[in-house]
């Protein structure tokens, strides 16, 4: 350890590439809200179609798929959002959304598990969703397929099932604002490096968890995302 750090510095979290012994480690974690209208629809919104809005995650939220995880502090009313998650590989800053795609190495299946009730609280009260969507364990991540081995983006299904019934179905075509517009956008206010992880925003379907359940999730060509709701902490 270096002798002038209180305690270790933390490693960056370490996601399986698929078909690969490689990590992608990641820096960051940006998640866009309201990208499928029929979601945005059900959660009482209409899409604002002048831009495109994020909340972030910290990368401590990540989650392996996998892992049975407590159910957790705080919370009475727990939601799983299905996902299409992007990898960066490269830097982007202030790019073209004909140069956006340049910036990405690959895609994974993900759920942006959610405190329904807290970020509902933070919404009525004018305040950050924090509580809400930075929780532990709730950016879960399956493993990352690299653009070459997944191809053109195009209709993927992607779906979601809870102890085998089907909660979440719709296509990436549907997204409001595509990856491509994303990563231009999201560009304009940052640098955006190697590391970085966009969780692309949920379908319509997104509804309460409960302990025991197990969540399926997957999008047509890349690995699926599981996930097991364990017992609540005391």
């Not at 159910?71 to 590989?89: I, K, Q, R, S």
């Not at 910036?103 to 807290?118: L, N």
């Not at 409001?176 to 966009?198: K, N």
């Amino acid at each position: 350890m270096n002798g002038r750090l209180v305690f270790d510095a933390p490693t960056a979290p370490l996601v399986p590439i698929a078909q690969s012994e490689q990590l992608f480690p990641v820096r960051r974690i940006f998640c866009v809200g309201r990208n499928y209208a029929a979601h945005a629809a059900e959660m009482g919104h209409d899409v604002d179609r002048e831009a495109p809005f994020y909340f972030t995650k910290s990368p401590s939220a990540i989650c392996l798929s996998g892992q049975t995880v407590a159910y957790p502090p705080g919370t009475e009313n727990y939601h799983h959002e299905m996902e299409f998650v992007v990898a960066l590989d490269g830097p982007a800053f202030r790019v073209s959304v004909e140069d956006a795609p340049q910036s990405v190495f690959g895609y994974a299946c993900g759920f942006d598990m959610t405190r329904r009730d807290r970020q509902q609280e933070g919404k009525d009260k004018r305040r950050p969703w924090d509580l809400g969507k930075d929780v532990e364990n709730s950016a879960v991540i399956g493993a990352i397929t690299p653009v070459a081995d997944f191809g053109p983006l195009a209709d993927q299904a992607i779906s979601l099932t809870i102890n085998g019934e089907t909660r979440q179905q719709a296509t990436l075509a549907d997204m409001v604002w595509s990856v491509a517009e994303i990563i231009a956008h999201l560009s304009q206010y940052y640098h955006l490096r190697a590391g970085d992880l966009i969780y692309t925003g949920t379908p319509a379907g997104v509804g309460p968890v409960e302990v025991g359940d197990v969540l399926h999730g997957t999008v047509s060509g890349v690995d699926p995302v599981e996930l097991v709701i364990g017992e609540r902490e005391i």
